[in-house]
Structure formats: structure tokens, C-alpha cells
Nanobody, 117 residues
Framework: QVQLVESGGGSVQAGGSLRLSCAAS????????MSWYRQAPGKEREFVSA???????RYADSVKGRFTISQDNAKNTLYLQMNSLKPEDTAMYYCKTDPYGACDNAWGQGTQVTVSS
């Protein structure tokens, strides 16, 4: 089972930047894509970005052009570089595995991002 731990959240002013990290540990025999989700208070969890096994990426329209997802396979770490942050980006950010085959997905515990105007 894979365990995920996010870090890098914090409080920034609008226009600022943050880089989130998601460290993966544990073993799984399944290959998997990785993704970021976020959840603002009183709202449903929403997709932010994904990176696939072939290294292609996908973004929600709301973050396209501002956020960049990447991974360092040697470090088993997923990243989310967030630039030009807006108050509406304020949320708890979670990373998630999207496995192929008969494996359960995994979620991290989340890291809080707060953007003030």
C-alpha cells in the first residue's frame, strides 16, 4: 500500500507562488498516475491536475497556465508549482494515486493553501 504525505502549503498574498510536494512511500505492484485535488470550505473536492505514466499532464481550466505538475521518480515525489495565486485557490490540497489494475488508490492527508487579497 502506498502512503502519501503532502507538504509545502502556507499563506501567501495574491500573485504569490507556492510549491507543493507529495512524497510517496510503501510498495505496490501496480503502476499509477498521480493527481492533485483541492477542497475549499463548504465545497466539494475538485480535480486540479494529473500526470500520467507517459508524462502527459492535464489541468483544470481554473489553473491552466498558472500551475505546473511534475514528478521526480528518483525521489518518489510529486510536485505542484503554483504561480499567480488567487484568493479562490484557497483550499486544502491533496495528492492521490490513480492505479492501474486491481489496486486501491491512496490519498494524502492534505496541505493547506491560503491566498489573501
Amino acid at each position: 500500500q502506498v502512503q502519501l504525505v503532502e507538504s509545502g502549503g502556507g499563506s501567501v498574498q495574491a500573485g504569490g507562488s507556492l510549491r507543493l510536494s507529495c512524497a510517496a512511500s510503501g510498495y505496490t505492484y501496480c503502476s499509477y498516475d498521480m493527481s492533485w485535488y483541492r477542497q475549499a470550505p463548504g465545497k466539494e473536492r475538485e480535480f486540479v491536475s494529473a500526470i500520467f505514466i507517459d508524462s502527459t499532464t492535464r489541468y483544470a481550466d481554473s489553473v491552466k497556465g498558472r500551475f505546473t505538475i511534475s514528478q521526480d521518480n528518483a525521489k518518489n515525489t510529486l510536485y505542484l508549482q503554483m504561480n499567480s495565486l488567487k484568493p479562490e485557490d484557497t483550499a486544502m490540497y491533496y495528492c492521490k494515486t490513480d492505479p492501474y489494475g486491481a489496486c486501491d488508490n491512496a490519498w494524502g492527508q492534505g496541505t493547506q493553501v491560503t491566498v489573501s487579497s
